[in-house]
């Protein structure tokens, strides 16, 4: 056995990443997700892994190069009802996107700063994830009607 074989046998298919909030992570390496030209503010972060929160429809998107960096990201449609977000031929070929069902849209999440504020969702800036693919995009939509800082509930999604 060559040296370079030896050595292709002996690499972990596992990742460790070191997260602030949620402490270390193992996760496969086949469960990064790519960003190709990083997030709004932070274009030199371009793997993540995405993880379910406690909450239906709420994820935490953890860097996998920054330990600090996570964010909370929810379901934008269990949330908003009149939601809706077409993706443009660039962004779907960007993400190479074959199948509808393989595309999720979340929105990120900012925390109020006090009990009596709602938390936002930024729904002028949706992250598209190809989950086949492990890639994915932050969103830039034009329509300003949804806001980069939307007030919602967490409790009960719509529909429960």
Request: charged share 20%.
């Amino acid at each position: 056995m060559s040296p370079a074989t030896a050595l292709a046998f002996a690499r972990d298919p596992v990742t460790t990443i070191h997260s602030e909030l949620l402490g270390t992570l193992r996760v496969e390496d086949d469960a990064l997700i790519r960003f190709p030209v990083g997030l709004f503010g932070f274009p030199d972060c371009s793997h993540f892994v995405l993880l379910p929160a406690e909450r239906e429809g709420l994820h935490w998107l953890q860097s996998a190069e920054h330990s600090a960096l996570v964010f909370l990201l929810a379901d934008p449609f269990l949330f908003f009802a009149d939601y809706a977000v077409d993706l443009g031929a660039v962004e779907r070929a960007e993400l190479q996107i074959q199948d509808a069902s393989d595309v999720a849209i979340l929105a990120i999440v900012t925390l109020p700063r006090t009990r009596a504020e709602k938390p936002t969702a930024n729904l002028q800036g949706p992250l598209a994830f190809n989950l086949r693919q492990r890639l994915a995009k932050q969103l830039a939509i034009s329509e300003r009607e949804w806001g980069m800082r939307r007030p919602f509930e967490f409790a009960a999604p719509r529909g429960e």
